[in-house]
């Protein structure tokens, strides 16, 4: 069992007197500016001036400024824009603004792992990646407990580049769940491999071939849509609460049955394959360069193109029909 660290590990005075600069205020960044602030740190966001995250931070209390200004002040900068604007916010606005002895940090390892961004020297780089989406961030903190988090060190100049990360973590309330070391390398090629192979492209595609299978073989829509995507979520939710395990002594023996004999059918030798392929295609860095090339020169023509067929497709408007049924559900 790898090690895990709690808040008892970690030594908060290291970040005393000096100012953590969160850079975008979105999902992660409204949750770590505001649980770092209510940990007694002295916080100041950096926005766009026309930004809509402006006033929301405003009304909570805390310090913003513009993105180059901020990170002129921080002693700290927490990346949390998104992954694909990162490269150029860092060069226009927060290299420009970086001395000795800051610490650069990031929750996810894409930018650097791929050398889209390049910290100076004098700088430390590390990561504090909570395991779960913003709200959870805050909400979990403001219950008194926290989101498990990864921390990682890249680049340590000060030689205080962990002590900095723990800090961190333990600021957002991570201490309180545990805290898991990794490397920028490792979390991000696990990162890019479970999206892609397993959570989201992996599921989609299975969902969507249970689906078109029913309804090609004359099964009414709505009921395909129950049975091989609505019913994912309770399926999932049993897995998180107890394993798999729980979740086969929960569901008939005759749908642990069809499990077994079934399960390796869909997922083949030839499948385990494609996954190894996928995963040397990140590790190489192919992806990567496919993704940003996609960003950059393409103006996301494939990217955009794909996301309005899929958007086009006959389960996502049987889906929203019988959504309407559910009361329970938010819009
Ligand atoms: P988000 O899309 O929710 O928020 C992005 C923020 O950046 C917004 O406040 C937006 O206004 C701001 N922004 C956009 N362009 C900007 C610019 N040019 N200058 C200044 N601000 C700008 O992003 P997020 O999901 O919070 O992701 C941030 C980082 O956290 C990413 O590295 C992501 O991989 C990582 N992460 C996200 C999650 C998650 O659950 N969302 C979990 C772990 C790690
Ligand atoms: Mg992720």
Redesign the pocket.
């Known amino acids: 069992m790898a090690k895990m660290y709690y808040e008892n590990d970690s030594n908060p005075e290291i970040l005393k007197g000096r100012k953590i600069a969160i850079?975008?205020?979105?999902?992660?960044?409204h949750a770590h500016a505001l649980n770092l602030h209510d940990s007694g740190f002295d916080v100041v966001v950096?926005?766009?001036p026309g930004?809509?995250?402006r006033k929301k931070a405003e009304e909570a209390g805390l310090m913003v400024a513009d993105?180059a200004e901020a990170a002129r002040m921080g002693d700290l900068i927490m990346?949390?824009?998104?992954?694909e604007?990162q490269s150029d916010?860092f060069r226009n606005e927060i290299e420009p603004n970086l001395s000795a002895g800051n610490v650069l940090m990031?929750?996810?390892g894409f930018n650097i792992t791929f050398q889209q961004i390049i910290a100076p020297a004098f700088t430390d780089v590390i990561m504090v990646?909570?395991k779960g989406?913003?709200h959870t961030v805050r909400s979990q903190y403001q219950e008194g407990k926290g989101v498990p988090s990864l921390i990682a060190v890249y680049q340590d100049d000060s030689g205080k580049a962990r002590d900095y990360a723990l800090a961190y973590a333990c600021g957002i309330g991570a201490g309180r769940a545990g805290i898991l070391e990794t490397s920028f390398r490792e979390e991000t090629e696990t990162d890019l491999f479970g999206e892609q192979a397993v959570l989201c492209g992996g599921v989609t595609e299975l969902m969507k071939a249970g689906f078109e299978t029913l309804v090609e073989a004359g099964y009414q829509p709505e009921i395909a849509y129950f049975e091989c995507i609505h019913e994912m979520k309770l399926i999932i939710d049993l897995i998180n609460q107890g394993g798999f395990g729980y979740m086969r002594y929960s569901v008939s023996d005759t749908a642990e049955y069809g499990d077994y004999i079934t399960g390796k059918k869909i997922i083949t030798e030839e499948t385990r394959k494609t996954m190894r392929n996928i995963l040397a295609d990140i590790q190489s860095g192919r992806f990567a360069s496919d993704w940003i090339a996609e960003n950059k020169a393409g103006g996301r023509a494939m990217f955009l193109a794909t996301r309005r067929k899929e958007s086009e497709h006959q389960l996502e408007t049987v889906g929203a029909e019988l959504r309407k049924m559910m009361s329970w559900l938010k819009k």
């Open positions: 850079i975008g205020y979105g999902s992660q960044g950096g926005l766009r930004s809509q995250g993105t990346m949390l824009v998104p992954d604007k916010i990031f929750a996810h990646a909570p989406p913003g």
